[in-house]
């Protein structure tokens, strides 16, 4: 038996518990990993509550929390190509695994290998907030010398995209509470702190003409307050609120195939891509990680430290 954290029905943190199973058994293009390094991001937490049902592959309770996980293959399903066991992976677990797990399964075509030289911890981080920034800045394809606002640039997609967007030469506004002043000035982002007064104001200071682009990473209220800075709504990017839709702009288009994991691990190594890793968390304490991104305010990215 291996332990796992999950939940037994939709709701809260207080439905969050350790339980033990068996290792999975992986299906049609499923392979089993030993888990090294969970990520943690906010849909796990959406996963729990039950607001939207069927993102984790919708397996019977109890579930098992996490969608993205490092480690190392111990047996193939069938119908697998281009993985062989005891290689070292990272990837998604779309059919229901979940990472929170010492063992779990992950969909094969949405798993790649880890390329030497690049760290289980960093590769657990790419699966969802990487290739987020990766998808995000194609889809605005602005050129050298645009401006783009990130809005919410201190998590973990925000960090990513802006050291991205500061490597392909563009100018990077980035809004977010005081404490993320530093790893975002950091990277090289113009920062405006959204708790100390008018974000439009402050923006339109550092961007008297507007921006070329934004990619929102908050949704809600803070995105219609940002949107009239684009010159273009078409150019806004919004990676968590479909409304942005109303709003003329555009939701992010999503790669989750092997090729694009691929991609985000090359950009990694070349330090490209570098994601912030705030906190690394052992798996007796998964509750602590996920609490810290359910709190909306996370710094980078959040990660368990399974095995
Ligand atoms: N579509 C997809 O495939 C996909 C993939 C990844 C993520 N997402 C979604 O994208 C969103 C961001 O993901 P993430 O992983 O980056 O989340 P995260 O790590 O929790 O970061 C969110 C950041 O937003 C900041 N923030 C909160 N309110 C803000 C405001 N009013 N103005 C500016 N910043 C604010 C928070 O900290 P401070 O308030 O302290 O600055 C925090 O740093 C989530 O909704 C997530 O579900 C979607």
Redesign the pocket.
């Known amino acids: 038996m291996v332990q796992a954290w999950g939940f037994g029905r939709f709701g809260g943190a207080e439905v969050q518990e350790l339980f033990d199973r068996p290792d999975p058994v992986p299906g049609r293009g499923e392979v089993l990993i030993r888990v090294d390094i969970a990520g943690v991001?906010?849909?796990d937490h959406?996963v729990r509550s039950g607001l939207v049902d069927g993102l984790d592959g919708g397996r019977p309770f109890p579930r098992v929390l996490g969608m993205e996980a490092a480690g190392t293959v111990l047996a193939l399903g069938t119908d697998v190509d281009g993985l062989e066991e005891g290689d070292a992976v990272f990837g998604f677990a779309l059919t229901g695994g979940g990472t929170y797990a010492e063992t779990t399964v992950l969909s094969a075509p949405n798993t790649a290998r880890i390329p030497a030289g690049l760290s289980a911890t960093v590769a657990a981080t790419l699966p969802?907030?990487g290739t987020?920034a990766v998808d995000a800045l194609d889809q605005l394809d602005l050129p050298s010398g645009a401006t783009v606002l990130v809005?919410?640039?201190?998590?973990?997609?925000?960090l990513a995209v802006a050291g991205l967007a500061v490597g392909r030469e563009l100018r990077v506004i980035g809004?977010?509470?005081a404490?993320?002043r530093e790893p975002a000035e950091a990277i090289g982002v113009r920062f405006i702190d959204?708790t100390a007064g008018d974000v439009v104001a402050a923006a339109r200071e550092l961007a008297p003409d507007g921006v070329d682009g934004i990619i929102d990473?908050?949704?809600g209220t803070?995105l219609r307050t940002v949107v009239p800075l684009a010159r273009d709504s078409r150019n806004v990017i919004a990676?968590?609120d479909q409304s942005v839709a109303e709003l003329g702009g555009r939701f992010?288009e999503?790669r989750l195939d092997r090729e694009n994991l691929e991609r985000a691990a090359r950009l990694a190594l070349d330090g490209v891509l570098a994601p912030v890793i705030s906190a690394v968390h052992p798996l007796a304490d998964a509750p602590a990680a996920l609490a810290t991104?359910e709190n909306?305010?996370?710094?980078?990215?959040v990660v368990i430290k399974v095995t």
């Open positions: 991001n906010p849909l959406v969802v907030a987020t809005n919410g640039v201190g998590g973990g997609v925000g809004t977010g509470s404490a993320k959204y990473l908050v949704g803070s990676v968590g992010v999503r991104v909306g305010h996370a710094a980078g990215k």
